[in-house]
């Protein structure tokens, strides 16, 4: 079995700051206001950590993510 990182924001608690767009191919801003959107749910594992700096530096805390298996 493999292993990947689901990513998961709750766009409810995000107020916008943008610190999750260093990973740009995960993250985006919503076009028409100041809230986070995943552009992809699930990264490689090799991702972890990445991906949990990201929801640590989170002030809202909007972000979290957990490894699944496929």
Same mark, same amino acid.
Do not use: W
């Given at each position: 079995m493999a292993e990947r990182v689901e990513v998961i924001l709750d766009t409810k608690? #995000?107020? +916008?700051? +943008? %610190? #999750? %767009? +260093?990973?740009?191919?995960?993250?985006?801003?919503?076009?028409? +206001?100041?809230?986070?959107? %995943?552009?992809?749910?699930?990264?490689?594992i090799s991702r972890l950590d990445e991906m949990e700096d990201a929801a640590r530096d989170c002030p809202a805390n909007a972000i979290s993510c957990r490894v699944v298996q496929d």
């Open positions: 608690k #995000c107020q +916008g700051y +943008g %610190l #999750c %767009l +260093g990973s740009d191919d995960v993250f985006e801003m919503e076009p028409e +206001g100041n809230v986070a959107r %995943l552009k992809m749910r699930f990264v490689d």
